[in-house]
């Protein structure tokens, strides 16, 4: 049997192809639906997710300050939580007692005392609260300087290396650290929201103002137990300070070792919408440029800082401000030009500012500090408490090589 095609009329043609067509531009909207939908699915950033929490003492101006395990070290470590540093980093002297071997390199850094080479402690790993942090590479500085400062032991600093790879919130109101995995992060309500420049340091934009109304970039600090920290090229090339505006002799302490500063007051900070008055305020001058002028006027220290419950987001470049319990809490307005030092278990006298109440009072450098009214032998956190009541006369014991001694100093105010 032979059977026979018949060629069927030209329109049922067409109307097969254009059923082929639709198919087909059906399938291919299909296709754009999912591969957008996978898209979506791929841009959508996970929940961040609460890893570790773990509490922190703080030091004068607020400095965090939290307790952790280097490697396989039994020793407990005291460890600042530092904005400021653009990695992390260990004391000499710890290396030394738990014999931990460093390596020579050619790296420098720059603190507000000088310029320094530092050796390196390779591919360690840290543990927090139980969470470990495999793969960091510390560099080694001295610390002596602030364990004299805060009168405990400064094993390290933690900086750059760990806020780059977490989102770190600081509450101050529980002193908790919370640690969280990167990813979307819902931040509470009531606060705000910055944008900060962050290669390795967070800069934040701000204004200042005394004489004149002045924006400038700033360091945001949480290991500068101060407010407001500017070089002395920014104030006398903004024309910032109102002429007649009262400076007074003071020192710092920080990398390096220390410095001499001036302390005086400016009207207002405005950070975000915040704004803060009568701001105490440190001016030095920047001999190692740790400040980068022109491109930043100084930084924002803990002392306002510490007013917030700060969440630190490097990888969205983000730091979100919540004020808490400590947003009005008072400046520390006294001044004595007293520098006291803890130093080998003794509470010293370590700088008397020439003009200050301290140097009236007959207070001599090396002085052991035996009580203060009716406190003695007090941690030097106790004694600095006492002498930030401006007005007030303080009573203080010293022992020096004549003998005990009394003296009498009077706490001047700033303002």
């Known amino acids: ?16 192809n254009r059923r082929k067509s639709f198919a087909a531009f059906i399938l291919i909207l299909f296709l754009s639906c999912v591969n957008r939908l996978q898209a979506q699915e791929e841009f959508i950033p996970r929940p961040a997710r609460l890893i570790t929490s773990l509490p922190f ?52 850094i720059r603190g507000i005392g000088g310029i320094r080479e530092v050796r390196f402690v390779y591919n360690q790993r840290l543990t927090l609260n139980g969470f470990q942090i495999d793969s960091l590479n510390f560099h080694v500085n001295d610390y002596d300087i602030l364990t004299s400062v805060y009168g405990d ?32 992060m819902k931040y509470p309500k009531g606060g705000y929201l910055l944008k900060p420049t962050i290669v390795d340091l967070p800069v934040q934009g701000a204004m200042v103002r005394d004489a004149l109304d002045i924006n400038s970039r700033f360091y945001f600090d949480t290991g500068a137990g101060l407010c407001l920290l500017l070089s002395s090229d920014f104030v006398s090339d903004s024309a910032l300070l109102i002429p007649k505006r009262r400076q007074l002799n003071t020192q710092g302490e920080g990398l390096g070792g220390k410095t001499d500063m001036k302390l005086t007051v400016i009207k207002e900070l405005k950070l975000g919408p915040y704004k803060f008055r009568e701001v105490p305020t440190c001016i030095f001058d920047d001999e190692y440029n740790i400040t980068s002028y022109p491109y930043l006027g100084g930084l924002i220290g803990n002392d306002i800082l510490r007013r917030f419950n700060v969440t630190l987001n490097y990888d969205r470049h983000e730091i979100y401000l919540l004020p808490n319990t400590h947003y009005r809490d008072p400046f520390d307005y006294s001044y004595t030009g007293l520098g006291i030092y803890w130093i080998n278990g003794q509470v010293r006298v370590g700088d008397v500012m020439k003009g200050s109440p301290a140097e009236k009072a007959g207070f001599h450098v090396d002085d052991v500090i035996m009580a203060m009214d009716n406190a003695f032998n007090k941690t030097i956190q106790v004694y600095k408490a006492l002498l930030q009541n401006a007005g007030e006369r303080v009573r203080v014991i010293v022992m020096r090589s004549t003998g005990l001694q009394e003296l009498s100093l009077r706490v001047r105010s700033i303002l």
Not at 1 to 16: C, E, G, Q, T, V
Not at 62 to 72: I, M, P, S, Y
């Open 1 to 16: 049997m032979r059977y026979l095609w018949i060629k069927p009329p030209d329109h049922f043609s067409a109307m097969a």
């Open 57 to 108: 003492s703080t030091f004068t101006g607020g400095v965090v300050v939290v307790r952790a395990l280097l490697d396989n070290y039994p020793d407990t470590l005291n460890l600042i939580m530092d904005t400021g540093s653009g990695g992390i980093s260990l004391d000499s002297t710890t290396c030394l007692r738990l014999h931990i071997t460093t390596q020579a390199s050619d790296k420098t």
């Open 153 to 184: 032991r400064i094993d390290g600093i933690i900086g750059y290396s760990f806020f780059s790879r977490y989102i770190v919130s600081i509450d101050y109101d529980n002193s908790k650290v919370n640690v969280y995995s990167k990813g979307y």
